[in-house]
């Protein structure tokens, strides 16, 4: 007894003399890539540690340290708050990776109560850890599990249930049944999600769990199971895979609204794949076909990509494009891709050009209606395009199907473009256009006929007619223009133009008072006058020239003549003083 008492004390004492070696003070703890203030840690001996922490202390075991802390900074609100959420978020990332997954669940639960839906975008990244199945499982049992958002809650049950289906009838029936509808649809959801990235054991998982949870769709199911080995042997084929292999996933997958939503993913990515290889064996035309079992809605940037390149090669006597369902989808994609867009009219233009060329109006016409659903009317280019196609067929004689293609112009035609249509024939002979833009050049050189034909005869009367005064020699005269007076000098017969007779006479009556064309009235009564006085027998009885009678019936008939000449010419009398 005595020896025992003596080992006992020395063991005491040695540990008083090791105490300071084991002694340790800390003022932050590290655990789970972050570290957290404390205010003491202390080992007691090599299994238990002395910890001090919020004012509270108490002495843990060793591998309960972490928990210990981590359960002190969940006691309370603000002890939580004092770490921020990045921080925990850390914490429960790296935790679950190191299978400390009971730990995690902890932190997320109270991250999850406080921050809802942002914490719930987490999920996916915290449910790929090693340890992520005793985390989700720990989550659902959790007592604030039914307050965590619906899609955090949808989530956490499809994982579980893939994963231990076992485990979710004895545990999570009751929290799956529910939210049973929306549970159906986020399983099935993920279904075609890892469907199409080709993770079939998965998706068979999901298959048997959409089988507990949907009793009354048994048969839907079944769908499920026979499309998860339809693209399992499609994928398969790899190099050697064809369009006829997608026949019987498109037939199952027009079967049922559900099912095509879930497949739509999965059909699409093939339909990519097999459009690929079919543009690099150079057949744009196949790859077209199977493009457009995509739906408009469902077009992604590859499906854009592939329909470029396809677009980009096709043949101009391609009919592919006319299909229904794949025009739909080739108008949405050139809505909304400008580049697509001008590739999609750069071919229609050509396309109507090649088909006018070989006489094919009605192919042409309808390629013009294709191409103004992309580039709607009123529109320039449009019409540049029309006025191209009806120059084609007038140069084939079918000045009626120009005719008919104009009809659909919406803008003014340009002068250019107008011509060339008038040069082409569209509006008749182009002889008699050119006989109509040749009247101002004809009209030009009849005038310089006949002034070269007044010319001509003012010469042989001894007369410069350019010099004639019209205007002078027959002012006060009324009711004529200047222009109508000088026609009036001329008349016209078969050997040419000459002057009028009476014209000509009247300039002869001038000579016998020795005046010339420029006299006017005036002059010509105080002319008459002065000759008349010279040889008058009363007015000059020393002048007994027997020729002077003679001479006075001359002048006296000349000047009458002048006198009724003026008449019919319209020149007015100058009564201001007598004769």
Known sequence: MRIFTNKWLLLNFCVILLQPLL??????????????PVDLIQYVDSRNVKISIFSATKIVPKEDLESTIIAAYLETEDRF???????WQRYVITSIEDRRGLLAAQVADRLIQHHGEESCRELPEWLGGAGALPFAKQLLQSAKAAEYPTSCQLRLLVYVGRKDLGWYRSNA???????????????????????????????????????????DKRGFVEKLKLATDLVRS???????????????????RNTDPALSEALNPVVDSLIHLLVERSISRSEPESALATLSHIAPERRTPTTHE???????????????????????????????????????????????????????????????????????????ANDKLRVEIALTLLGRDDRAGAAVVLESVKTALSLRHRM?????????????????????????????????????????????????????????????????LRRRAFVSNRAGRQLDPLYEEYLECLKVFGLDVNADVRAIKLAYRSAVKEIHPDLNAK?????????????????????????????????????
């Open 306 to 380: 592939l329909a470029s390149k396809a677009v980009s090669a096709l043949p101009l006597d391609s009919n592919v494009l006319s299909a229904k369902q794949l025009k739909q989808l080739i108008n949405t994609i050139a809505v909304n891709d400008k580049a697509f867009s001008g590739l999609l009219q750069s071919f229609y233009e050509q396309k109507a050009r090649h088909l006018a060329s070989d006489g094919k109006l009605e192919q042409s016409r309808l390629v013009l209606s294709d191409l103004v659903e992309i580039r709607p009317d009123p529109n320039a």
């Open 543 to 579: 002048n007994d020239n027997p020729r002077a009678s003679e001479r006075f019936i001359k002048l006296t008939k000349a000047y009458d003549r002048i006198r009724e000449l003026q008449r019919m010419f319209g020149i007015q009398q100058n009564t201001g003083g007598g004769e």
């Open 23 to 36: 002694k340790a003070e800390a003022e932050s703890f590290t655990a789970g890539g972050i570290t957290l």
């Open 234 to 252: 499609t994928r398969a084929k790899g190099n050697q895979l064809s369009n006829s292999d997608l026949l019987p996933l498109l037939s199952l």
């Open 420 to 484: 060339e249509l008038i040069l082409s024939g569209l509006y008749g002979p182009v002889v008699l256009y050119i006989l109509l833009l040749s009247i101002p050049l004809l009209i030009k050189i009849g005038l310089s006929v006949v002034r070269a034909g007044r010319a001509e005869a003012a010469e042989e009367t001894g007369f410069e007619m350019e010099e004639i005064d019209v205007s002078t020699l027959l002012h006060n005269a009324s009711g004529r223009s200047a222009e109508d």
């Open 81 to 87: 708050a004092s770490i921020n959420v990045e921080t």
């Open 173 to 215: 029936t009751a929290q799956g049944y529910h939210l049973r509808d929306q549970l159906f649809e986020a399983a099935l959801e993920e279904w075609g999600e890892f469907l199409r990235t080709g993770d079939f054991g998965v998706a068979q998982q999901l298959g048997e769990f959409l089988h507990v949870i949907a009793e």
